[in-house]
């Protein structure tokens, strides 16, 4: 990595202060270009829009302290909005002298085809904006590779919007801002509003001057989008990379603009929250049954997986056909509301009690007559929520003729050293969300 990206760190408090600095403001929108369904570039009007937007400042302490533990047990929003990308979990970094990056976000299926809620976002801004600036976001469905340097690397542009800031709005500091895109929406007749293709986009965020006639020059120095990386995304996914704009004034992002910060826990992922409109009902499945196929049991039932109460459902590794399996599985089932889901996710809660074990998270696919790994990772030592979308057409993971049974399996093994030879899980919820006409 270049001296130019040399990593940055500054990390949320999680001592919750009840004088937590907390900004109220409008923010002007100069332009709203978005690709709709049928592959059209459309401008929407922009033309007197004002909308109010919220910011918080970002507490920070020094990047050398133990990082502690992180949960993130609040419920998801439904069905006013649905949460469909969340990535803020502890530690924020920046790259000096970057206005502008880019990065993969890969939001929940709930989220495809609908239109943007509320957007939040991180930025360090090291003296504050004493005139108008702009903060220019856009989206692209498509990268391509072996374009080489000086190329843009990404195609099939879907938006491409830019907020217009008032002198003062952002003092200097770290700040996380939402912008309630919803409140636009409400502002155009419902047949000029387009359906947004989501899914996965690679997002770039552009800190520039503001320009009468367009954008101006990019605030290089001052302005740096945020990161997010004690961990990978909570809802949603994103791979460990980014790119940057190393000459801002060409305005692109080319191949040869890939970085990243280390890997983990240093992950190279938007500091981001993303709430789409709401698309039918979402109901909370929970589990008629549970089984071990591997491990010990160690305390807890099936109702264990239906609340974050810490009524644990517990189980300590168990004895294996071979190596390569998990000493423990469990699996657990329930009833979908419906044979058509417009989406499927899990939400679930897990701890283990040692470093050094692998968790994964799978649903059973009844189309293809297997499982289908949704998430895996490291597994957390402190309980940690995740929201996890099902790849694919949701309606493959119901079993219809057997009464629209759905099936998910958690596993964990040890990749690396562990504190004691009997280590052990703990799951606190383990739920679907399937949301359907």
């Not at 009902?281 to 160690?298: E, H, I, K, L, Q």
């Not at 609340?307 to 699996?331: H, L, M, R």
């Not at 799978?362 to 402190?382: G, K, S, W």
């Not at 995740?386 to 119901?398: E, L, Q, R």
């Amino acid at each position: 990595m270049s001296h130019r990206f040399i990593l940055f760190v500054t990390m949320l408090c999680l001592a919750v202060s009840a004088f937590a600095e907390v900004r109220w403001g409008q923010v002007e929108l100069a332009f709203f270009r978005v690709r709709t369904e049928d592959g059209r570039m459309v401008e929407l009007p922009t033309k007197g829009v004002v909308l109010p937007f919220r910011m918080e400042r970002i507490k920070a302490r020094h990047s050398s302290q133990a990082r502690p533990p992180v949960a993130s047990l609040s419920q998801p929003v439904f069905p006013q909005a649905q949460l469909v990308y969340k990535n803020n979990i502890g530690t924020n970094y920046f790259y000096p002298g970057g206005s502008s990056a880019l990065d993969d976000i890969n939001i929940l299926p709930a989220g495809n085809g609908e239109w943007w809620y509320d957007l939040t976002l991180g930025v360090h801004t090291e003296f504050g904006n004493s005139v108008k600036i702009m903060n220019r976001q856009l989206g692209w469905q498509t990268f391509v590779s072996g374009r080489g340097n000086g190329v843009q690397a990404f195609d099939n542009l879907v938006f491409d919007v830019g907020w217009v800031f008032q002198p003062g709005q952002f003092p200097a500091g770290d700040w996380t801002y939402t912008i309630p895109i919803h409140n636009y929406w409400a502002q155009i007749p419902n047949n000029e509003k387009p359906r947004v293709p989501n899914g996965l986009i690679y997002f770039a965020q552009e800190w520039r001057a503001y320009h009468i006639f367009g954008n101006g020059a990019f605030l290089e120095g001052d302005f740096s989008p945020m990161f997010s990386g004690d961990g990978e995304p909570t809802v949603g996914s994103s791979s460990d990379t980014f790119w940057y704009d190393w000459d801002p004034t060409d305005g692109i992002f080319a191949e040869t603009e890939q970085d990243f910060f280390g890997g983990p826990p240093n992950q190279a992922n938007f500091l981001m929250t993303l709430t789409t409109a709401a698309s039918g009902v979402t109901d909370v499945v929970r589990p008629t049954s549970v089984t071990r196929v591997r491990g010990m049991a160690n305390g807890g039932n099936v109702g264990s997986f239906h609340f974050v109460d810490q009524n644990y459902y517990k189980v300590n590794k168990g004895i294996t056909v071979n190596s390569s399996e998990a000493p423990i599985q469990i699996v657990a089932e329930g009833f979908s509301p419906s044979a058509s889901l417009t989406s499927l996710a899990l939400d679930i809660v897990t701890q283990v009690n040692t470093p050094g074990l692998q968790q994964r998270v799978e649903l059973f696919n009844f189309a293809t007559n297997q499982y289908v790994l949704i998430d895996q990772r490291a597994a957390p030592t402190t309980d940690t929520r995740y929201t996890i979308g099902a790849p694919g057409a949701p309606n493959d993971y119901v079993d219809v003729p057997n009464g629209n049974v759905v099936r998910m399996k958690i596993s964990f093994k040890q990749i690396g050293p562990t504190a004691f030879s009997n280590w052990g899980c703990r799951i606190d919820l383990g739920n679907w969300l399937a949301t359907h006409p």
